[in-house]
């Protein structure tokens, strides 16, 4: 083996084992030894995305589009990478490049469509799902998943209930059960939102039953934990402690903070949320960290912990870093950041109100709606 290919095999493997730390060392050794390795800029690009170091990631792989211009993979990963740093313009941009090079590139579809919405086209991001949709089998799964995400994020869980049933079924026939576990923990978050507790636990059973992977467990044991069946969802955040790498321990640690806060343990869950930001620093962290100040009455302190999320929003687009939409998560940042503005005696709290509320159009069912309505009317 070469010194260029163990850097290449040393730096893949740590990419795989999730220590992106390892892989960036190799990588770096790579491209300062043969800096016309494209694939080198474009591995270091993805361990410092691990990492969540997007301004960093997006700047190694503009150096690998710059060396190969027509790589499709490189130039979409490049705008993946411009939209988790939340610069949805140049995302689009980088993306309409993509399609120049290949119109079925479905992932390119996708970027453009969240990215559009982080930017508040919301009209423009259901024509592109909808081009996406009409691509294909995978583009149309693709597809369904961002047009629940869409509506879950305008306050419609109804709406996305419909899409999600009629989308997992063809998903199992397809015999697709990661995409299918994916769009059952939708349904019973889109569920649980609705009012319907009792199928909201039954659907997220039926998505740990066909996936146990990090992206499914955590998400399922916050429906368990919203449905008052904490113990259930202790039981998942045990499962993700025992693994290695940091977001499945950063994972159980914010189940743990979740369900102190839950049982008004604040002071706790705030202890615990900050182990699990040093583990690993996660959005949904941040976004954890910023309600649990709030509701401690550390307003300036959730004030500082909120801006960081809205600045960081990029990141809600796909909180998992896979590139499944879920930017659903993000309003709520404008609601907590109103309750922090409201507690500094801040006239921008009722801008945030506001803000959060033109999204929420439809949120009559949603609990925070009806509180931001109420805090609106009386500031």
């Given at each position: 083996m070469s010194e260029r290919e163990q850097y290449r095999t040393e730096g893949g493997y740590f990419l795989v084992v999730r220590e992106p730390h390892k892989a960036i060392e190799q990588f770096d050794l790579l491209v300062k030894k043969f800096p016309a390795d494209s694939a080198g800029y474009a591995n270091l690009a993805l361990g410092y995305f691990y990492t969540r170091d997007m301004q960093r990631a997006l700047s190694e792989g503009r150096r690998a589009v710059e060396i190969s211009p027509k790589n499709v993979i490189q130039r979409n990963n490049l705008g993946l990478y411009a939209m988790y740093a939340g610069d949805f313009e140049a995302a689009i941009k980088e993306s309409r490049a993509v399609l120049e090079l290949n119109p079925t590139f479905a992932k390119a579809h996708l970027c453009t469509?969240?990215?559009?919405?982080?930017?508040?086209?919301?009209?423009?991001?259901?024509?592109?799902?909808?081009?996406?949709?009409?691509?294909?089998?995978?583009?149309?799964?693709?597809?369904?998943?961002?047009?629940?995400?869409?509506?879950?994020?305008?306050?419609?869980?109804?709406?996305?209930?419909?899409?999600?049933?009629?989308?997992?079924?063809?998903?199992?026939?397809?015999?697709?059960?990661?995409?299918?576990?994916?769009?059952?923990?939708?349904?019973?978050?889109?569920?649980?939102?609705?009012?319907?507790?009792?199928?909201?636990?039954?659907?997220a059973d039926r998505a740990v039953a066909l996936s146990r992977g990090d992206?499914?467990?955590?998400?399922?044991?916050?429906?368990?934990?919203?449905?008052?069946?904490?113990?259930?969802?202790?039981?998942?955040?045990?499962?993700?402690?025992?693994?290695l790498g940091p977001d499945p321990q950063a994972y159980a640690a914010l189940l743990r903070g979740e369900a102190q806060l839950k049982r008004g343990k604040t002071r706790e869950a705030i202890t615990t949320f900050e182990g699990a930001q040093r583990t690993a620093n996660t959005w949904l962290g941040c976004v954890d960290l910023g309600r649990a100040y709030v509701e401690a009455g550390a307003f300036t302190e959730a004030h500082a912990q909120l801006e960081m999320c809205r600045e960081r929003r990029g990141e809600a687009t796909a909180v998992f870093l896979d590139d499944v939409p879920s930017f659903h998560l993000f309003p709520p940042v404008l609601y907590y950041l109103g309750r922090a503005h409201e507690g500094l005696k801040s006239p921008d709290a009722a801008e945030a109100y506001k803000t959060f509320l033109a999204i929420k159009q439809n949120g009559d069912g949603d609990p925070l709606v009806a509180d931001a309505r109420r805090r609106l009317a009386s500031l």
């Open positions: 469509a969240l990215s559009q919405l982080g930017l508040g086209q919301a009209d423009q991001a259901v024509q592109t799902y909808q081009r996406l949709a009409a691509l294909d089998a995978r583009g149309a799964s693709i597809a369904t998943t961002g047009l629940a995400d869409f509506a879950l994020y305008q306050g419609r869980p109804a709406d996305a209930i419909t899409i999600l049933q009629q989308s997992v079924e063809k998903d199992l026939a397809a015999k697709d059960s990661e995409s299918a576990a994916g769009k059952l923990v939708a349904l019973a978050e889109a569920q649980l939102l609705h009012g319907e507790r009792t199928q909201a636990v039954a659907t992206v499914i467990l955590f998400p399922t044991a916050r429906v368990y934990l919203g449905a008052e069946q904490e113990s259930k969802a202790l039981t998942l955040a045990s499962e993700l402690a025992t693994r």
